[in-house]
């Protein structure tokens, strides 16, 4: 007859034995956003590689994944209640642990999103093992490690805060004194306006009314052509004087610093500097644009920003299936003309007593196209549109067409710069 001993009972650390559903999904959501802020650093530092994020991310990553892990943690939570049992500490390792992976996978962007899932259940059950075998060690970990990394999120959020304060602030002080009556110049960039669709240039629709009004006025180029398709290069060569072959730059790589920039040289002779991009893709600080101004606003401190901020965030409302089941047309973490004037309009109040540089970049004209009323139906029907991303791979009818053309019209101009140039 075979003696059967009983193996060890791990027990859980906690007073009925159940694992800390919250404290759980807390310390995953934590981890996950400081291991997304490792790749993100890593790529970038490390590999110079151009990320479309600003610093804020160093918070707000973090801060996302508490949003997006508390759905799971809730029905963790109330399962448990209802059915104690079913929700052991491999459970919810398992169950927190598959977010965490596949907020990580999914970064590359380079597996089907099937392949994803399947990869990171497959981590999440084999580390859940491994937890569960420490789980002693584990949960202490965990209780001591999330206050801190609480405290963590709060001082970079207020280090950050304080240090742009104070930079702008010594940088201020510390400029030359302008020269008498120095004149203000404001540069306006209107991303992906074309000519042949302004009534400053002939278009048969109403579309530049207070460009046209400008231009009565002062001087007018006929013959001025961008030195780049694409957004950063022909950014870049018009804040440096410089052709785009010139400098260096790509897809995943800023502009350098080997050509002086218009605002370095205005910034040495006394001017405030300041910026304010609404294409955050490649006007943004991070695209060395951003050199030589005194002050700059790409990114928004928002609670859309802090979802953007997040891979998983990024993929998730990027989706078009997902915008439109929320009855978006864009991401929702746009900024729109509107926002470039009020932003540029409050640095205004405070900083009128020097002659200013001040960049404006407008981003309404790109897809996807959607103005606000009463511009939305300025130039006819807009919608529905089966394809507002402008995807190349769709066949679009006549009807399509002619709505995409009907809203890219609607945002020319009279709604992104009405603030500024009424």
Same mark, same amino acid.
Request: aromatic share 10%.
């Given at each position: 007859?075979?003696?059967? !001993?009983?193996?060890?009972?791990?027990?859980?650390?906690?007073?009925?034995?159940?694992?800390?559903?919250?404290?759980?999904?807390?310390?995953?959501?934590?981890?996950?956003?400081?291991?997304?802020?490792?790749?993100?650093?890593?790529?970038?530092? *490390?590999?110079?590689?151009?990320?479309?994020?600003?610093?804020?991310?160093?918070?707000?990553?973090?801060?996302?994944? $508490?949003?997006?892990?508390?759905?799971?943690?809730?029905?963790?939570?109330?399962?448990?209640?209802?059915?104690?049992?079913?929700? !052991?500490?491999?459970?919810?390792? =398992?169950?927190?642990?598959? $977010?965490?992976? $596949?907020?990580?996978?999914?970064?590359?962007?380079?597996?089907?999103?099937?392949? +994803?899932?399947?990869?990171?259940?497959?981590?999440?059950?084999?580390?859940?093992?491994?937890?569960?075998?420490?789980? /002693?060690?584990?949960?202490?970990?965990?209780r001591r490690t999330v206050t801190p990394s609480a405290v963590m999120i709060l001082l970079i959020f207020a280090g950050l805060s304080g240090w742009q304060r104070?930079?702008?602030?010594?940088?201020?002080?510390? /400029?030359?004194?302008? /020269?008498?009556?120095?004149?203000?110049?404001?540069?306006?960039?209107?991303? =992906?306006?074309?000519?042949?669709?302004?009534?400053?240039?002939?278009?048969? +629709?109403?579309?530049?009314?207070?460009?046209?009004?400008?231009? #009565?006025?002062?001087?007018?180029?006929?013959?001025?052509?961008?030195?780049?398709?694409?957004?950063?290069?022909?950014?870049? #060569?018009?804040? !440096?004087?410089?052709?785009?072959?010139?400098?260096?730059?790509?897809?995943? =790589?800023? *502009?350098?610093?080997?050509?002086?920039?218009?605002?370095?040289? *205005?910034?040495?002779?006394?001017?405030?500097?300041?910026?304010?991009?609404?294409? !955050?893709?490649?006007?943004?600080?991070?695209?060395?644009?951003?050199?030589?101004?005194?002050?700059?606003?790409?990114?928004?401190?928002?609670?859309?920003?802090?979802?953007?901020?997040?891979?998983?965030?990024?993929?998730?409302?990027?989706?078009?299936?997902?915008?439109?089941?929320?009855?978006?047309?864009?991401?929702?973490?746009?900024?729109?003309?509107?926002?470039?004037?009020?932003?540029?309009?409050?640095?205004?109040?405070?900083?009128?007593?020097?002659?200013?540089?001040?960049?404006?970049?407008?981003?309404?004209?790109?897809?996807?196209?959607?103005?606000?009323?009463?511009?939305? =139906?300025?130039?006819?029907?807009?919608?529905?549109?089966?394809?507002?991303?402008?995807?190349?791979?769709?066949?679009?009818?006549?009807?399509?067409?002619?709505?995409?053309?009907?809203?890219?019209?609607?945002?020319?101009?009279?709604?992104?710069?009405?603030?500024?140039?009424?």
């Amino acid at each position: 007859m075979l003696n059967r !001993t009983p193996g060890p009972v791990t027990r859980l650390p906690s007073r009925d034995g159940r694992p800390p559903i919250g404290l759980l999904t807390v310390w995953y959501a934590m981890v996950t956003g400081w291991a997304t802020i490792g790749a993100l650093g890593y790529s970038k530092l *490390l590999r110079h590689r151009y990320q479309h994020v600003d610093i804020d991310v160093l918070w707000m990553a973090p801060v996302a994944y $508490l949003i997006f892990f508390a759905a799971p943690g809730l029905i963790l939570a109330l399962v448990a209640r209802v059915r104690p049992r079913w929700i !052991t500490l491999q459970v919810a390792s =398992t169950v927190l642990g598959v $977010l965490a992976f $596949l907020s990580i996978i999914i970064m590359p962007g380079r597996l089907h999103i099937s392949a +994803q899932v399947l990869l990171a259940t497959g981590l999440a059950v084999l580390s859940s093992r491994i937890l569960v075998r420490h789980s /002693a060690s584990f949960l202490r970990v965990v209780r001591r490690t999330v206050t801190p990394s609480a405290v963590m999120i709060l001082l970079i959020f207020a280090g950050l805060s304080g240090w742009q304060r104070v930079s702008e602030r010594r940088a201020i002080a510390a /400029a030359p004194r302008p /020269a008498p009556g120095a004149p203000n110049v404001l540069l306006i960039i209107l991303d =992906t306006v074309r000519a042949m669709s302004l009534s400053l240039y002939g278009y048969d +629709q109403p579309t530049t009314p207070r460009l046209e009004d400008i231009a #009565s006025r002062g001087v007018r180029f006929d013959n001025a052509i961008a030195p780049s398709p694409w957004t950063l290069p022909t950014h870049a #060569s018009i804040m !440096t004087g410089r052709w785009v072959h010139e400098l260096n730059m790509d897809w995943r =790589t800023p *502009l350098d610093g080997s050509a002086p920039t218009i605002a370095e040289e *205005l910034g040495s002779r006394g001017y405030l500097t300041a910026g304010f991009a609404a294409n !955050t893709l490649y006007t943004s600080a991070e695209s060395g644009l951003s050199r030589g101004f005194i002050h700059y606003e790409d990114f928004p401190r928002s609670g859309w920003q802090i979802i953007r901020n997040s891979p998983l965030g990024w993929r998730l409302f990027a989706n078009l299936s997902v915008r439109r089941a929320l009855g978006l047309i864009q991401r929702p973490w746009r900024i729109h003309g509107p926002d470039i004037n009020r932003r540029f309009l409050r640095w205004l109040d405070s900083n009128a007593e020097r002659p200013f540089f001040v960049f404006l970049n407008y981003y309404d004209a790109h897809a996807a196209y959607d103005a606000p009323p009463p511009f939305s =139906t300025m130039f006819g029907p807009t919608g529905p549109r089966s394809n507002p991303d402008l995807s190349p791979s769709t066949q679009w009818s006549q009807t399509e067409v002619e709505r995409n053309q009907n809203a890219y019209n609607a945002s020319q101009p009279p709604f992104g710069t009405t603030g500024c140039l009424g």
